[in-house]
């Protein structure tokens, strides 16, 4: 079955960074976008980014772009979130997830529309 196992999470002061990776199995990670969400204690779950599947286009919600990078390493099965200038409002668990084969990357995603979650990591960024 498939799998998707982040890790990387952890306490960081503001100003700091963090990178995410997220281990995909039971899939051709190869032929899927794969997104990043995350969900802040007492909010719903929110689209983060998303890349397609060679790496070669991504989206970003607004209030991280030009901090986060997300990446991706077709060869390990794995999808990375770099994490840079990070703020408090940034503390929240973490997602990955994987969409239906067929779906492309776009501007954002909404949760229903992914068919595999990962467990989640947690972020926490302190003042």
């Known amino acids: 079955q498939v799998q998707l196992v982040e890790s990387g999470g952890g306490l960081v002061q503001a100003g700091g960074s963090l990178r995410l990776s997220c281990a995909a199995s039971g899939l051709t990670f190869s032929s899927y976008a794969m997104g990043w969400f995350r969900q802040a204690p007492g909010k719903e779950r929110e689209f983060v980014a998303n890349i397609n599947s060679n790496g070669g286009r991504t989206y970003y919600v607004d209030s991280v772009k030009g901090r986060f990078t997300i990446s991706r390493d077709n060869a390990k099965n794995t999808v990375y979130l770099q994490m840079d200038s990070l703020k408090p409002e940034d503390t929240a668990v973490y997602y990955c997830?994987?969409?239906?084969?067929?779906?492309?990357?776009?501007?954002?995603?909404?949760?229903?529309?992914?068919?595999?979650w990962g467990k989640g990591t947690l972020v926490t960024v302190s003042s």
């Open positions: 997830a994987a969409p239906p084969r067929w779906r492309a990357v776009d501007r954002t995603w909404a949760t229903g529309g992914m068919n595999y």
